[in-house]
């Protein structure tokens, strides 16, 4: 297998990512929302944390309107730059978030909606966004390293958010893997639940 690196892939996948079709992207969204919306961590959930989609990423605006009509708590994160780390916002309303850092949608920076990170139960769920997921859940982002260092003290249920297109075997096969990289524990997909595969 040729070894790209992360950049060269993340560049790879996100063309792959914009080439996909319109029509599947808004079905496998679709199937992808259900597998969540019945999942046992989903219902048992209290709080949800989850990135709000942009562009063809796989969408969450639907779970987060679901989740705040079902009376979850739903918070949505906040890059800080200087420490590349997110504060999590919680949201009152979808409407609740405005363009940010980097082209993405965010919460304002206001105290009062501020969670902490303390308070986080374990039975939390967070959905993780990825250009790219493998069979063990490591995932390609944006390059950040965001959610790297979130998965790392995080403590309740994550799953990745993820079309089948854009599943690969192995990024360590691929040449990029870090050895700060978290996997996620589990993957939702059009086709349902996925464990990560320990290797
Ligand atoms: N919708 C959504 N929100 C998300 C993520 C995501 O993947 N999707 N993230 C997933 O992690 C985090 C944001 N991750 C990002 C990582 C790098 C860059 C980026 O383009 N960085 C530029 C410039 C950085 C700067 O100006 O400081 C670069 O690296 O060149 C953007 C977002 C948090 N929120
Ligand atoms: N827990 C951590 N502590 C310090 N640095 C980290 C941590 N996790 C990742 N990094 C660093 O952040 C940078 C970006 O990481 P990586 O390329 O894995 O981002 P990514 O997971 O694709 O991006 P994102 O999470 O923003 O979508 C790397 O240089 C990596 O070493």
């Given amino acids: 297998m040729e070894l790209l690196g992360k950049n060269n892939l993340r560049r790879r996948a996100l063309t792959l990512r914009e080439q996909l079709d319109a029509s599947y992207r808004a079905e496998a969204d679709a199937a992808i929302f259900r597998v969540i919306a019945e999942s046992a961590w989903y219902r048992e959930a209290p709080i949800v944390l989850t990135y709000v989609s942009v562009d063809t990423e796989v969408d969450t ?3 987060i309107a679901r989740s705040l009509e079902a009376g979850k708590v739903v918070a ?3 890059c800080v730059r ?7 916002h919680r949201l009152a309303s979808p409407d609740d978030v405005r363009p940010g850092f980097c082209g993405l949608d965010e919460p304002a920076n206001d105290d009062a909606t501020l969670l902490n990170p303390a308070q986080v139960p374990a039975a939390a769920l967070a959905l993780v966004p990825g250009l790219l997921f493998d069979d063990a859940g490591y995932r390609l982002g944006y390059g950040g390293g965001y959610y790297d260092r979130f998965l790392a003290e995080f403590l309740g249920i994550s799953l990745g958010l993820v079309r089948e297109q854009q599943r690969v075997d192995s990024l360590e096969a691929l040449g990029a893997c870090g050895a700060l990289d978290i996997p996620v524990s589990w993957l939702a997909t059009e086709e349902g639940l996925a464990a990560a595969t320990i290797l």
Wanted: net charge positive.
């Fill in 76 to 78: 949505v994160p906040r």
């Fill in 82 to 88: 200087g420490t590349k780390t997110m504060a999590w």
């Fill in 61 to 63: 605006r639907a779970i």
